[in-house]
């Protein structure tokens, strides 16, 4: 039986999966760096050597017809192994290791722990992305991922590497103005964050008020924005006392209540299913998880969520 792939240019299948991929000649094009008269060229002659319409040709850009969606979903499968294949067999020439992350997670927990991963791995450099949003590790490039979620990402697998728990945070000073001897103090306190969040640390702390909680006097996009303003001495921070361990430990920020709230399901450290055995990822990761168990920190905030799971 003859293979019906030995008819099919694999150039062709690249284009098509582009201008699937992009529902563009253009766009396809463009990326590929081809006219887009050669993309319409390709795709044609794709289709009558398979005697399928696969896109209807629409005014702006291109739908794909019933065949064409199955054979998308095909090619799409395809390129991203062979990309895969490529990036795995390229390793050992490129010598970079490429993280996508979270700032705050980034510049507090991982940032100052890669020095002893790099003096391990000498002859690999590391790349560190700290964009919010949850990239796809194939598509754009990246081996290993930092984040925080549920763990269950299609298509990557990952191995949780501490709790996403958060309790109020501020300087000495603060503290001492506030006379913050019990947590229903912090009802009527200058606090920053999201108000939904401190309502979840309140009912953690069994805290239960009839008057409305002040909101908080300050809200930003990232954890490190928030306890920026505590160490100013703005208000009290709801922050992750693992990732500040080291404000804690030196005195510049004390952590007033022991009580904390799970966030998120946690941080996790996420690579490719199909490159689990990319020596670079796997050093990596064996790496991260080993630092994570090792951390004071991420050992005492787990013991407090056990012995706060213990007194529901």
């Not at 009558?48 to 799409?76: N, Y």
């Not at 309502?199 to 006097?217: D, I, K, L, M, Q």
Request: glycine share 6%.
């Amino acid at each position: 039986m003859s293979d019906p792939l030995a008819s099919v240019p694999l150039s062709s299948l690249r284009v098509f999966e582009a201008a699937a991929r992009l529902k563009s000649f253009t766009r396809a094009a463009e990326s590929l760096g081809m006219t887009q008269a050669a993309v319409s060229w390709q795709i044609k002659a794709l289709e009558q050597r398979l005697g399928l319409t696969l896109f209807r040709r629409l005014p702006r850009e291109v739908a794909l017809t019933e065949p064409g969606e199955r054979l998308a979903r095909a090619a799409s499968e395809a390129m991203l192994l062979l990309r895969r294949a490529l990036a795995d067999l390229s390793e050992a020439d490129d010598g970079v290791l490429s993280i996508t992350t979270l700032a705050t997670l980034a510049s507090q927990w991982l940032a100052p722990r890669l020095g002893a991963f790099q003096i391990a791995n000498a002859g690999l450099a590391v790349r560190v992305d700290t964009s919010a949003q949850l990239l796809d590790l194939a598509r754009d490039n990246f081996d290993v991922g930092v984040r925080a979620g549920s763990g269950d990402w299609p298509g990557l697998e990952a191995a949780r590497l501490m709790p996403g728990v958060f309790t109020p945070l501020c300087t000495p000073d603060v503290a001492a103005t506030l006379d913050l001897s019990d947590p229903s103090h912090l009802i009527e306190a200058p606090r920053i964050g999201d108000d939904k969040e401190w309502a979840a640390w309140f009912a953690a702390a069994g805290v239960r008020s009839s008057a409305p909680h002040r909101a908080a006097r300050l809200r930003a996009d990232f954890q490190a924005l928030e306890v920026a303003a505590a160490l100013g001495g703005q208000g009290v921070a709801l922050a992750s006392p693992i990732l500040y361990a080291r404000e804690i430990a030196s005195g510049m920020l004390v952590q007033p209540f022991p009580e904390l709230v799970e966030l998120s399901p946690g941080y996790w450290v996420a690579w490719p299913t199909d490159r689990r055995r990319s020596p670079k990822i796997v050093r990596f990761r064996e790496w991260l998880i080993a630092a994570a168990a090792g951390d004071p920190a991420i050992r005492t905030a787990e013991a407090q969520l056990a012995r706060q799971g213990g007194q529901t």
